[in-house]
């Protein structure tokens, strides 16, 4: 490998790092099993309305939390917007927009492209988060958050505004509803690698982890004619994006 190759390559693994959705995948978070502890049945999905005037547009509340659930159900997770007995509760909650750095991550959003102004790469960010907790004991719970630039002003519109935030919010619960181990939920749900799913939403950025046990072998050396070497655990993340998907294996490779 020549050096501008391995120059890209750390450059590539530096943006990696710094994408929360990568982040969080190669770390892996789980869900206390507190939270599963109680089987996942029905999910009453809930949306703070508390931040939603501070876009200066009207919002519409309802249409947002059933496109949200609509979404999310596409992925046969158990979301339901009827009155019943729940076993979980999924509150999606917009933060407050502030001026700053825009966010790392797999965004084209450049902010202030000028470099000669003291806003470049600076723009209105929005902090959300999705958090899951059971019903009948609400301090058992999980929760990630997450950021994205905010439409310009002139591209602000309640139609542009809507649609982003049901975006990035479906995203988010996703990406914390795909976290659930497979044995808390229904049958019939589940994650994508456990049903052949069709759906017609995509989340913006979905990684998937694999792991893979490598087994142990024997390397000869000059000192010592057999030195084994400890399994090791190969993981492998797939990165599902609105195009072709990219796959990167993490861990010592031996041919």
């Not at 159900?73 to 917009?94: I, N, Q």
């Not at 059971?134 to 809507?162: C, G, H, I």
């Not at 759906?199 to 998937?208: H, S």
Request: charged residues 20%; hydrophobic residues 35%; contains cysteine.
């Amino acid at each position: 490998m020549n050096r501008l190759s391995k120059l890209s390559l750390l450059i590539f693994i530096s943006f990696l790092s710094a994408n929360s959705w990568v982040s969080e995948a190669i770390s892996a978070p789980k869900i206390p099993s507190e939270v599963t502890e109680k089987a996942v049945t029905s999910i009453d999905l809930q949306l703070d309305e508390q931040n939603l005037q501070q876009f200066a547009v009207v919002l519409q509340a309802t249409e947002i939390k059933n496109a949200i659930a609509s979404n999310l159900k596409e992925w046969s997770f158990p979301l339901d917007t009827k009155e019943g007995l729940f076993s979980h509760r999924l509150v999606a909650s917009v933060g407050v927009m502030k001026f700053g750095s825009t966010p790392a991550g797999f965004s084209f959003s450049s902010g202030n492209s000028d470099p000669r102004s003291p806003d470049f790469q600076k723009a209105d960010v929005v902090p959300i988060n999705c958090r899951l907790s059971r019903t009948d004991r609400p301090e058992a719970s999980f929760e990630l958050n997450a950021s994205f630039s905010a439409p310009k002003a002139s591209e602000k519109t309640s139609a542009n505004m809507s649609h982003e935030l049901t975006d990035r919010l479906s995203t988010l619960c996703y990406d914390l509803l795909d976290k659930l181990p497979r044995k808390a939920l229904p049958k019939a749900s589940g994650t994508p690698s456990q049903t052949q799913i069709k759906p017609n939403w995509i989340p913006n950025i979905r990684v998937e982890v694999q792991e893979k046990p490598v087994p142990a072998v024997n390397t000869p050396t000059v000192s010592e004619p057999s030195v084994t070497v400890e399994e090791e655990t190969q993981k492998t993340l797939i990165i599902h994006n609105q195009g072709n998907p990219l796959t990167i294996t993490i861990g010592h490779e031996r041919k």
